[in-house]
Each structure stands twice: as structure tokens, then as C-alpha cells.
């Protein structure tokens, strides 16, 4: 079937007057097409009733429910990320705060079914392969959730086919790649983050194609719901994990698409007209999901008041506002000469000297100052003593011997007498840094050389110096560099200690340094009892955006520095092809195991349809080049528009991850899979079916009805599901002892379902090749 072929001219607005009813469906424009519905199979005719409909649906959330749930119980023991997530979900009964690269709202819900399978939060999910059976740890009613969301999903990816003007048989398909796959399955039963993830994104795809069908009712109580449905799911799906964060910048590629459409002088008779839709979307599609976003911070920050395992990551400021903080306890303020202990924020080193000098000659061949090594030791010890050393006159007594924000100061190292010092000197490790050294405190001929300035992290003018709480800088008064280490070790003439030098930056980051103990003030007398009786300190107030700011920059920070190797990792090129998955649990005794790893009937028809969809384009543009029209407008329109939203989903949640040098894993492609099951069922029917069902948006009351078709995708299209359900079964049957984990496998049951080598399976059989005699 071609297209008419006739050119479309442009018409000025005011030559229309009825302008807002009388449009044109530029999205989905029909050919004057002629169908005899009495020529459609009857299987097909049925397929496509409502009743139907309902039927196909019930049986794949059925099944859905029966393949999420089957051996939910099995393992009874702690399985993978368990140990986090079921850990946070116990920190939110208990109260205790924690910190998670990862926004709280899944963890919230985890917290919630814990609660309410009568989980106490006592139960720590220390270790993979602990015991919940032994512990009493209501763990399937927590696992029951991921397999809810799960388990919906696929009536979801359905729903969204359908809703996007795709066959029954053909959405049922989209839907069967996600119900019959392993990976999902696999994910989808246990205490993860991915499960709710993929939800809630599969319900933003479709609150936005409804709120996209009713693009000719715009501004309607019905259209205003969609949209903000669509901002709701998406705060979700941002909520549960931090990659949800590509699932809204899909939308926003959509809406920015879309805008630019309305802008079109056809579609827009005034710019006030364009400024409402832009303002609605902007209500809908940024302050409302933001202001939901923020909100599962507010009810974080509210379950957890007390001190817990996260204290560390968080500014003073922040810690002091947690009940039972070590901070808020145990601050003293600090006096000159007071005697204390020193510890990198980030590496938890203790700032340390001992009487070995650095060599002469380094490795490189760089000479050095032959002086004291100033050095960041990990355990406590004597040589971590330091005295803070006025450089100014004191009072006798009172509040002038307290250390304040920006004083001048001295480090004296007790156990040798001599000051700390920094130089232009290259330090051993980093020939751009600066070497730390010590001077005889008797010999002022270096004096300068020995004076740093305190530089307290967001402290005020004259702020007093605390222990616990008082982070700081320390930088050099004549340099400007600021004390620094790093994780790399000294050699073994430093005892394979952490260098310290100092950083040209007087205000890097990640140069900031804490007392740990005050060990004696100048009278020797204990410390503690300086301050008398004090009254139970109080946790101190801070306002929620300044505690979601911190906490939303060290979840960026956290999450970009995931950068050690795993030995299940792979790179973003090899999941589309399955070339690894990741190993779960394992079980030595009856040699159980579950490997992550999804269908490869589904995965791989998946990259075939994305190879086949952006062939169709290519061609499409090639053809138009050399006006050719081999593609129906309105079968070109669906392509584009509808598969091609389709297509944004999946790239955008895929191709950011080429981007990333953090630890990446398989499951991280779970999403843009999803979006590849939608691709696939538009490109089958392009396929079968040289029509479409049109229209499918929702008409304004005084518009120019169009002419209806279908798509005529006859009995094959049932046969070919029909196949490729029992290829998918087959294929999840077989994986099924990996995504389960029971039955146990003997070795060479092992090696068989070992589809690809680059799968690293445990208990596999050695292979033994037989001798000739």
C-alpha cells in the first residue's frame, strides 16, 4: 500500500479559523485506506475484543505471579546485595541512620514489609549465606515485595503495547519477554533495588503514552491526571535507585520533543497557547516529582534520629543532630597545649612521626631532605601524639586558651620534640606535592616554615576547635598547600606507611582531617573532667535542604568512586549478548547456585529487533532521499513516534553507562531490556502487518473524524507467539536450576547449562581428555 503522495502546503493561521478543533494528526496521519473487516481471521477478530483482552492479561500476571513466587522461601539464607538492602530495612525499624549511595525510597518500602511481616531489625545481614530460618527472620514477606512489583510488570509492558495502538497477540509478545526471562525473575525475588526500579519506570512509559493519546484533549481533568501520574511514577522510579535518574531524563528528551512540536506555528495559534502546555508540563513533570522526590527524604531522615553506622560520612554539623552521636556526646573544645590524636577524614590514618628519616636518593632519583618522615599510620600508637603549640600570647586562664577557626598554629610530635614542618621539597610519592617533615621545636632558624593555619570546614569567625567534631584543614602559612594523604604506601623504608604531603589546593576536599582523642592538657590531668557536670547534650536542629544537599552531593561522590574491580563486572557492550552474568549465592554441599543471567531466546530476538528497527529508519531516510515512499505514512509514523519513544527509553538508559568508570553489572541493563521487549513487539508487527490500528488518540469533540484501520496480522501472528512462548518456556525451563537455585547440579549438569564460555559457573566438571594407549 503507498501513500497519496500529495503535497501538503502550508496555510497561514489566520486564513484558519477554526484552528483549534480542525487539525490535522500530524503524529499519525492516515492514508485514505480501505479495509474489508470481514477478511480478518477469525482468531484474530476475537483476539482483539475486550473480552479477550482481559483474558490474555490474567493469564500472563498469573503466570507471572506463579514463576516470582514458586520457591520464594528457598534459599533461607542471605543472597548478594541482601546484605545491604535487607541491612537498610532493618536500620529503618531500628531507627539507626545509615548511608546508601542509592535514594531511600525502595529501601522505605522494604522497611515497610519488614514491618509488617513482624521483622524486630535485629537481624544485621552481615554475611552472604547467613542463616534467616536460624535468626527467625520473616524474610519471605520481605522478599514478597520485589515479587509483587515484579510480577505486575509484566501486565504493565502489555498495557503499555496495547495503549500504544499495538495487536493483542503483539503486546502479548512484548510482555512474554519479561515474564519467561530469567534475569528478571531472578532479580524480582529477592531483597533488591531492581524490581522496584523497573516497575515504576514500566508505569511512567505508560502514564506518558495515555497522557500522549490525549494530546487533542489537552488541559482536561483526564489529560491534567495523566500528567501528573507520569510525574509521580517518575519521582519513583528516581526514588528507588539512583540510576532512576535516566528514566527522567527520558521523559524530558520526550517532552522536549514534544514541545518543540507545539512550537510549530501549525499547532500553535499564539505563543500563550504554547506557554500553557509548557507550564503545565513543567507543574507536572519537575515540581511535582521533585517535591514527591524530596519527600521520601523527609520520611528518611525522620525513621532514622539516631546514631547508626552512616554517622561517619556526614558533616559534624549533621552528626550533631543524631541522638547518641559520638559527636554530639563527646566534642570537647580544644585548649593550646592541649596533647592529641589526629585521623584523615576519608582513610582514617592517624597523622603520625617516628625517628626514621626519609633516604637520601629515591628510587627515581630524586634527592630528598634527609628529614624525619611524617607519616599516616592506621593503628593507634605513642608516635600519633601531638601538642598544639600557641604562636601567640595567653591568657593565664579562661575562654583566650581555646584553639579558634584560622589561629596560627604549631604541631609539636611528643615522643621526639620537634615541630612539624612542610618545605619546597618534592614529597617521595608525588614529585608535585610537597614533602612533611619535622624540626628540633629548639631551632628557630625554620620558624615560619613551622606555622599552619587551622582552617575549620564551615566554621564562622572564632569558632572554637572541637575533638570529634571539629573537621578541619591544615594549611601551611607560608606555602599555602594543605596537609593531604592518599592510599598509596610508602616503601618498606617507611614500614609500608601512608605518605602525607601537602596539596597545592589549600582548600581540597578531601584534605580534611579530625582529633580523635585529646590524650592530656598541658596540666596532665584527664581531659574529660575538665568541663564538670554537664547536662544530656541534646541533638541539634538542621534545616531538611541543607541535610538533603549534603546528602544528595556524597551520594554522587560515593557513587562515581564504586571503582574497585569485582569479579563479576562487564562492560555495558556485552549485556545486550548475555556475555556474562553474575554470581548470586552458592551452596557447596548439595552444590546449589544462583547465577544471574537472562533468556537468551529473549535477549538475543531483543538485539536482532534493535538491529532490524534501526535498519527500517536508515532505509526509511535513504529511500525519502531518493523520493521513494516505500513505507505507509501512517505505519512511518508509528515507526518513528511510538517504537521511536520506545527506542529514546532504551538508549537513554543504556548508553550513559559507556560514560561511567564505576563498577558496572548486567543488571544494570535490566531497564533499557525492557524497552528493547517494547521495540521488539513494534518491529514484529511492522513485520506481519502492512497496517495499523488508527487512530488510537483520543479525539477533541468537534475534530474531523478519520477514517479507521487495523492491523491485519492474520494467523501468523498468533503462531509465531505461540513458537516463541514455547522457545522462551524452554529455554527458562533449562536455566531454570541457576535463577531458582535448587535442584543442585552435578558437575557436568553444570557444564551443559554453561551456554557460553565466558559464563562463570560454580561446581563445573574439569574437563579430562582421555589417553591412547
Given at each position: 500500500?503507498a501513500?497519496?503522495?500529495?503535497?501538503?502546503?502550508?496555510?497561514?493561521?489566520?486564513?484558519?479559523?477554526?484552528?483549534?478543533?480542525?487539525?490535522i494528526?500530524?503524529?499519525?496521519h492516515?492514508?485514505?485506506?480501505?479495509?474489508?473487516?470481514?477478511?480478518?481471521?477469525?482468531?484474530?477478530?476475537?483476539?482483539?475484543t475486550?473480552?479477550?483482552?482481559?483474558?490474555?492479561?490474567?493469564?500472563?500476571?498469573?503466570?507471572?505471579?506463579?514463576?516470582?513466587?514458586?520457591?520464594?522461601?528457598?534459599?533461607?539464607?542471605?543472597?548478594?546485595?541482601?546484605?545491604?538492602?535487607?541491612?537498610?530495612?532493618?536500620?529503618?525499624?531500628l531507627?539507626?541512620?545509615?548511608?546508601?549511595?542509592?535514594?531511600?525510597?525502595?529501601k522505605?518500602?522494604?522497611?515497610?514489609?519488614?514491618?509488617?511481616?513482624?521483622?524486630?531489625?535485629?537481624?544485621q545481614?552481615?554475611?552472604?549465606?547467613?542463616?534467616?530460618?536460624?535468626?527467625?527472620?520473616?524474610?519471605?514477606?520481605?522478599?514478597?515485595?520485589?515479587?509483587?512489583?515484579?510480577?505486575?510488570?509484566?501486565?504493565?509492558?502489555?498495557?503499555?503495547?496495547?495503549?500504544?495502538?499495538?495487536?493483542?497477540?503483539?503486546?502479548?509478545?512484548?510482555?512474554?519477554?519479561?515474564?519467561?526471562?530469567?534475569?528478571?525473575?531472578?532479580?524480582?525475588?529477592?531483597?533488591?533495588?531492581?524490581?522496584?526500579?523497573?516497575?515504576?519506570?514500566?508505569?511512567?512509559?505508560?502514564?506518558?503514552?495515555?497522557?500522549?493519546?490525549?494530546?487533542?484533549?489537552?488541559?482536561?481533568?483526564?489529560?491534567?491526571?495523566?500528567?501528573?501520574?507520569?510525574g509521580?511514577?517518575?519521582?519513583?522510579?528516581?526514588?528507588?535507585?539512583?540510576?532512576?535518574?535516566?528514566?527522567?531524563?527520558?521523559?524530558?528528551?520526550?517532552?522536549l520533543?514534544?514541545?518543540?512540536?507545539?512550537?510549530?506555528?501549525k499547532?500553535?495559534?499564539?505563543?500563550?497557547?504554547?506557554?500553557?502546555?509548557?507550564?503545565?508540563?513543567?507543574?507536572?513533570?519537575?515540581?511535582?516529582?521533585?517535591?514527591?522526590?524530596l519527600?521520601?527524604?523527609?520520611?528518611?531522615?525522620?525513621?532514622?534520629?539516631?546514631s547508626?553506622?552512616?554517622?561517619?560520612?556526614?558533616?559534624?554539623?549533621?552528626?550533631?543532630?543524631?541522638?547518641?552521636?559520638?559527636?554530639?556526646?563527646s566534642?570537647?573544645?580544644?585548649?593550646?597545649?592541649?596533647?592529641?590524636?589526629?585521623?584523615?577524614?576519608?582513610?582514617?590514618?592517624?597523622?603520625?612521626?617516628?625517628?626514621?628519616?626519609?633516604?637520601?636518593?629515591?628510587?627515581?632519583?630524586?634527592?630528598?631532605?634527609?628529614g624525619?618522615?611524617?607519616?599516616?599510620?592506621?593503628?593507634?600508637?605513642?608516635?600519633?601524639?601531638?601538642?598544639?603549640i600557641?604562636t601567640?600570647?595567653?591568657p593565664?586562664?579562661g575562654?583566650?586558651?581555646?584553639?579558634?577557626h584560622?589561629?596560627?598554629?604549631?604541631?609539636?610530635?611528643?615522643?621526639?620534640?620537634?615541630?612539624?614542618?612542610?618545605?619546597?621539597?618534592?614529597?617521595?610519592?608525588?614529585?608535585t606535592?610537597?614533602?612533611?617533615?619535622?624540626?628540633?621545636?629548639?631551632?628557630?632558624?625554620?620558624?615560619n616554615?613551622?606555622?599552619?593555619?587551622?582552617?575549620?570546614?564551615?566554621?564562622?569567625?572564632?569558632?572554637?576547635?572541637?575533638?570529634?567534631?571539629?573537621?578541619f584543614?591544615?594549611?601551611?602559612?607560608?606555602?599555602?598547600?594543605?596537609?593531604?594523604?592518599?592510599s598509596?604506601?610508602?616503601?618498606?623504608?617507611?614500614?609500608?606507611q601512608?605518605?602525607?604531603?601537602?596539596?597545592?589546593?589549600?582548600?581540597?576536599?578531601?584534605?580534611?582531617?579530625?582529633?580523635?582523642d585529646i590524650?592530656?592538657?598541658?596540666?596532665?590531668?584527664?581531659?574529660?573532667?575538665?568541663?564538670?557536670?554537664?547536662?544530656?547534650?541534646?541533638?541539634?536542629?538542621?534545616n531538611?535542604?541543607?541535610?538533603?544537599?549534603?546528602?544528595?552531593?556524597?551520594?554522587?561522590?560515593?557513587?562515581?568512586?564504586?571503582?574497585?574491580?569485582?569479579?563479576?563486572?562487564?562492560?555495558?557492550?556485552?549485556?545486550?549478548?548475555?556475555?556474562?552474568?553474575?554470581?548470586?549465592?552458592?551452596?557447596?554441599?548439595?552444590?546449589k547456585q544462583?547465577?544471574?543471567?537472562?533468556?537468551?531466546?529473549?535477549?538475543?530476538?531483543?538485539?536482532?529487533?534493535?538491529s532490524?528497527?534501526?535498519?527500517?529508519?536508515?532505509a526509511?531516510?535513504?529511500?525519502?532521499?531518493?523520493?521513494?515512499?516505500?513505507?505507509?505514512?501512517?505505519?512511518?509514523?508509528?515507526?518513528w513516534n511510538?517504537?521511536?519513544?520506545f527506542?529514546?527509553?532504551?538508549?537513554?538508559?543504556?548508553?550513559?553507562?559507556?560514560?561511567?568508570?564505576?563498577?558496572l553489572?548486567?543488571?544494570?541493563y535490566?531497564?533499557?531490556?525492557?524497552?528493547?521487549?517494547?521495540?521488539?513487539?513494534a518491529?514484529?508487527?511492522?513485520?506481519?502487518?502492512?497496517?495499523?490500528?488508527?487512530?488510537?488518540?483520543?479525539?477533541?469533540?468537534?475534530?474531523?473524524?478519520?477514517k479507521?484501520?487495523?492491523?491485519?496480522?492474520?494467523?501468523?501472528?498468533?503462531?509465531?507467539?505461540?513458537?516463541?512462548?514455547?522457545?522462551?518456556?524452554?529455554?527458562?525451563?533449562?536455566?531454570?536450576?541457576?535463577?531458582?537455585?535448587?535442584?543442585?547440579?552435578?558437575g557436568?549438569?553444570?557444564?551443559?547449562?554453561?551456554?557460553?564460555?565466558?559464563?562463570?559457573?560454580?561446581?563445573?566438571?574439569?574437563?579430562?581428555?582421555?589417553?591412547?594407549?
Amino acid at each position: 500500500m503507498a501513500s497519496t503522495g500529495k503535497l501538503r502546503q502550508r496555510v497561514p493561521v489566520s486564513a484558519r479559523p477554526n484552528f483549534e478543533y480542525d487539525r490535522i494528526q500530524e503524529e499519525e496521519h492516515t492514508d485514505d485506506v480501505f479495509q474489508n473487516p470481514n477478511k480478518r481471521h477469525p482468531i484474530e477478530k476475537i483476539l482483539e475484543t475486550d473480552n479477550a483482552s482481559v483474558v490474555v492479561v490474567a493469564v500472563l500476571t498469573a503466570l507471572a505471579f506463579a514463576l516470582r513466587f514458586y520457591k520464594i522461601n528457598h534459599p533461607d539464607q542471605v543472597v548478594f546485595d541482601e546484605v545491604h538492602f535487607g541491612k537498610f530495612a532493618s536500620y529503618y525499624i531500628l531507627g539507626e541512620y545509615y548511608f546508601d549511595v542509592h535514594p531511600p525510597f525502595a529501601k522505605l518500602l522494604f522497611g515497610l514489609a519488614g514491618w509488617f511481616s513482624g521483622f524486630d531489625g535485629h537481624f544485621q545481614f552481615e554475611n552472604i549465606g547467613d542463616s534467616y530460618t536460624q535468626n527467625h527472620v520473616p524474610y519471605v514477606g520481605m522478599r514478597a515485595l520485589p515479587a509483587i512489583l515484579g510480577s505486575l510488570t509484566v501486565p504493565v509492558v502489555y498495557a503499555i503495547m496495547k495503549q500504544s495502538g499495538y495487536s493483542t497477540v503483539i503486546a502479548a509478545f512484548s510482555a512474554a519477554i519479561i515474564l519467561f526471562d530469567n534475569a528478571h525473575i531472578a532479580q524480582s525475588r529477592l531483597i533488591l533495588l531492581d524490581a522496584t526500579l523497573i516497575f515504576f519506570m514500566s508505569l511512567t512509559i505508560y502514564a506518558y503514552v495515555r497522557f500522549q493519546k490525549l494530546r487533542y484533549r489537552e488541559f482536561t481533568t483526564e489529560w491534567f491526571g495523566w500528567l501528573f501520574a507520569t510525574g509521580f511514577f517518575m519521582a519513583c522510579t528516581w526514588g528507588s535507585k539512583v540510576n532512576g535518574v535516566l528514566t527522567v531524563a527520558t521523559v524530558g528528551v520526550a517532552v522536549l520533543i514534544d514541545l518543540w512540536g507545539i512550537l510549530d506555528y501549525k499547532r500553535s495559534p499564539s505563543m500563550d497557547y504554547f506557554w500553557k502546555h509548557f507550564a503545565a508540563r513543567a507543574i507536572g513533570l519537575i515540581v511535582i516529582p521533585f517535591t514527591i522526590y524530596l519527600s521520601f527524604f523527609w520520611v528518611h531522615f525522620a525513621l532514622l534520629p539516631t546514631s547508626g553506622t552512616g554517622d561517619s560520612f556526614m558533616s559534624p554539623a549533621f552528626q550533631e543532630t543524631l541522638a547518641g552521636n559520638e559527636m554530639l556526646l563527646s566534642a570537647q573544645e580544644l585548649r593550646y597545649y592541649d596533647t592529641v590524636t589526629m585521623r584523615h577524614k576519608d582513610s582514617k590514618v592517624y597523622l603520625h612521626s617516628h625517628v626514621e628519616r626519609y633516604p637520601l636518593k629515591y628510587d627515581d632519583g630524586r634527592i630528598s631532605s634527609q628529614g624525619q618522615q611524617v607519616t599516616g599510620y592506621a593503628h593507634a600508637d605513642e608516635n600519633n601524639n601531638w601538642q598544639i603549640i600557641p604562636t601567640k600570647a595567653l591568657p593565664e586562664t579562661g575562654r583566650g586558651r581555646i584553639v579558634r577557626h584560622n589561629d596560627m598554629i604549631q604541631l609539636l610530635h611528643v615522643n621526639t620534640n620537634t615541630v612539624l614542618l612542610t618545605h619546597d621539597v618534592a614529597s617521595p610519592l608525588m614529585p608535585t606535592n610537597q614533602e612533611f617533615t619535622t624540626w628540633p621545636r629548639d631551632d628557630t632558624s625554620r620558624f615560619n616554615e613551622t606555622l599552619f593555619q587551622l582552617s575549620l570546614i564551615d566554621a564562622h569567625d572564632g569558632e572554637a576547635w572541637k575533638s570529634k567534631s571539629g573537621y578541619f584543614r591544615l594549611v601551611h602559612g607560608q606555602t599555602r598547600v594543605s596537609m593531604w594523604t592518599h592510599s598509596k604506601q610508602l616503601p618498606e623504608w617507611a614500614f609500608r606507611q601512608q605518605e602525607i604531603n601537602g596539596n597545592k589546593n589549600p582548600t581540597e576536599k578531601t584534605a580534611t582531617w579530625f582529633v580523635e582523642d585529646i590524650i592530656a592538657d598541658e596540666t596532665g590531668e584527664d581531659p574529660k573532667e575538665r568541663t564538670g557536670h554537664q547536662p544530656p547534650k541534646v541533638p541539634k536542629k538542621m534545616n531538611f535542604f541543607r541535610k538533603f544537599g549534603e546528602l544528595q552531593l556524597l551520594m554522587l561522590q560515593h557513587n562515581a568512586g564504586l571503582t574497585a574491580s569485582h569479579p563479576y563486572a562487564s562492560g555495558p557492550l556485552n549485556w545486550p549478548f548475555l556475555i556474562a552474568g553474575i554470581s548470586f549465592w552458592t551452596e557447596n554441599d548439595p552444590q546449589k547456585q544462583i547465577y544471574l543471567i537472562g533468556n537468551l531466546v529473549g535477549w538475543w530476538t531483543c538485539v536482532v529487533a534493535l538491529s532490524i528497527y534501526v535498519g527500517i529508519l536508515g532505509a526509511d531516510l535513504l529511500s525519502r532521499r531518493r523520493n521513494s515512499d516505500p513505507i505507509p505514512e501512517p505505519v512511518r509514523n508509528r515507526l518513528w513516534n511510538s517504537a521511536g519513544f520506545f527506542f529514546v527509553v532504551w538508549a537513554v538508559h543504556y548508553a550513559p553507562f559507556f560514560l561511567m568508570n564505576r563498577q558496572l553489572f548486567i543488571h544494570h541493563y535490566l531497564a533499557s531490556h525492557l524497552a528493547s521487549a517494547l521495540i521488539a513487539g513494534a518491529v514484529l508487527q511492522f513485520i506481519l502487518s502492512e497496517t495499523i490500528n488508527h487512530p488510537i488518540s483520543v479525539e477533541a469533540p468537534t475534530m474531523r473524524r478519520h477514517k479507521r484501520q487495523y492491523a491485519d496480522i492474520g494467523l501468523k501472528g498468533p503462531i509465531i507467539f505461540v513458537l516463541f512462548c514455547i522457545a522462551m518456556f524452554s529455554m527458562f525451563v533449562f536455566l531454570a536450576p541457576l535463577t531458582y537455585g535448587t535442584p543442585g547440579l552435578t558437575g557436568d549438569q553444570v557444564n551443559s547449562k554453561r551456554l557460553l564460555s565466558s559464563w562463570t559457573l560454580h561446581f563445573a566438571a574439569k574437563k579430562t581428555a582421555e589417553v591412547v594407549q
